[in-house]
């Protein structure tokens, strides 16, 4: 027996040196290929730019939307696998497939079906996960009223900060007494900052580095005076050449308010969306600098798209959630954006499309008001009503407690940092607790 055993162990060996070494002309091999014709941030995003160029509209409710059964390796490693054709893509599994013994790495606690919560404040405080309801700048009351009637946030993203200039300057709206009010609460403040969605202006501001500087500078000097727990930055619309000097923002900005202990979040589209900022983000340089990366999963169809659709289907935020861990987001920093809000689509008699947001806890009455009653659509995981008018029709594609249960489930299964709701604005006690129901359909 102890021959036996000594006989094998020199063979475990023999294929596990044979493994590394195979494995190292492979990594040779692919660094040959990435400096011979692409590059790391290339490779990364390869991906989605694949993505973008197909339109939204052949897409939806197709196979090629459709959420494999099968996990996906969201790696790095796998993203550059997968679009150079490398091989050896399971490199562990390569080295350890023949040793007796197993690896297996640290995980989250799983939430069973006896580990149902109650409340949105237990699933986040159990869960160590983020619970973010963004919320407009709105007077104090109205402010602290969004966070008596929303339980279980535990973190509020008020629009309170905007670019000014193109120097840098920053206009503030932060209100003490909220502030203040939330961390009685144990609500931590991350202050949301936008750059008004002007390309110029953004494009002007990343440019200049005495301009970066100074909102950096500005921000910081905010977040200290006010006691805000974090920095959201939500910069919309820019140019794909500001690309690499808005990474580099956010690296800068990272190391100011790092040693503060302030936290730093970032507000990115789904690639696969064809807007103009497709290609402005890259997914792994954010990530590597940021706290979170929140993927705002949301107008899939936007308010003025010609085309009238969901503003957030299951298959395509799983596509999107899919899209960002596959180009170097870690999992554990992705934050899923949730919209409490839809659209419903006005189609005119003469072909032109119009839309109004609507809440979604205003939705049923709505339709009861037009005799309409809503059909389920499971491929796309919503609901569907149209109705007539005396100028065309009426269409909506709108979320249950059954959407937002898969949703949910993508977040626990995926193991991604948390939820993020926009916004606050649309919430109502309806709303609330179809998510808090939802939360507890998607742990059964």
Not at 44 to 49: D, G, K, P, Q, R
Not at 90 to 108: H, K, R, S, W
């Amino acid at each position: 027996m102890l021959h036996r055993n000594k006989r094998l162990t020199i063979g475990q060996w023999f294929v596990t040196v044979t493994a590394f070494v195979m494995l190292v002309g492979a990594c040779l091999g692919s660094v040959m290929l990435i400096f011979g014709g692409g590059s790391y941030e290339r490779a990364a995003n390869l991906e989605a730019s694949s993505l973008a160029d197909a339109e939204v509209s052949e897409l939806v409710g197709t196979t090629q939307y459709a959420k494999s059964n099968t996990p996906s390796n969201h790696s790095l490693w796998a993203a550059l696998t997968k679009t150079f054709h490398l091989p050896f893509a399971d490199p562990l599994g390569l080295l350890t497939a023949e040793l007796p013994e197993t690896f297996t790495p640290l995980q989250e606690a799983s939430l069973s079906q006896s580990s149902l919560f109650s409340s949105i404040a237990a699933w986040a405080t159990s869960t160590r996960k983020i619970a973010l309801g963004w919320a407009p700048a709105d007077s104090v009351s109205n402010m602290e009223q969004m966070l008596i009637d929303n339980p279980g946030i535990n973190v509020i993203s008020p629009t309170w900060l905007q670019v000014a200039s193109d120097s840098g300057n920053v206009t503030s709206q932060v209100k003490p007494q909220v502030v203040d009010f939330a961390h009685q609460r144990h609500v931590q403040i991350w202050a949301l900052v936008d750059n008004q969605f002007k390309q110029k202006l953004t494009h002007n501001l990343l440019s200049n580095q005495q301009s970066t500087e100074t909102l950096i500078n500005n921000l910081v000097q905010i977040a200290k005076a006010n006691h805000l727990d974090g920095i959201n930055v939500d910069f919309e619309n820019m140019d794909s050449r500001d690309r690499d000097s808005f990474t580099h923002f956010i690296a800068n900005l990272h190391s100011a308010l790092a040693p503060l202990h302030i936290d730093l979040s970032v507000d990115i589209t789904p690639d696969i969306v064809n807007l103009q900022d497709d290609e402005v983000f890259f997914h792994a340089g954010l990530a590597s600098y940021c706290d979170q990366i929140i993927l705002m999963a949301y107008d899939e169809h936007w308010a003025t798209d010609p085309t009238p659709g969901p503003v957030a289907d299951v298959p395509w935020v799983t596509n999107s959630v899919d899209d960002l861990l596959n180009t170097g987001v870690p999992t554990d920093k992705m934050v899923l954006g949730l919209p409490f809000y839809t659209r419903f689509w006005h189609v005119h008699n003469d072909g032109h499309v119009t839309s109004v947001n609507v809440g979604a806890g205003q939705v049923e009455s709505i339709l009861k008001e037009h005799h309409a009653t809503g059909v389920w659509d499971d491929s796309l995981g919503v609901m569907y009503a149209k109705y007539p008018t005396s100028d065309g029709y009426v269409e909506v594609w709108y979320e249950t407690q059954k959407t937002l249960a898969r949703k949910l489930s993508l977040v626990n299964d995926t193991g991604l940092g948390g939820v993020a709701v926009w916004s606050l604005y649309w919430s109502n006690g309806n709303t609330w607790s179809n998510l808090v129901q939802a939360l507890r359909q998607s742990l059964s």
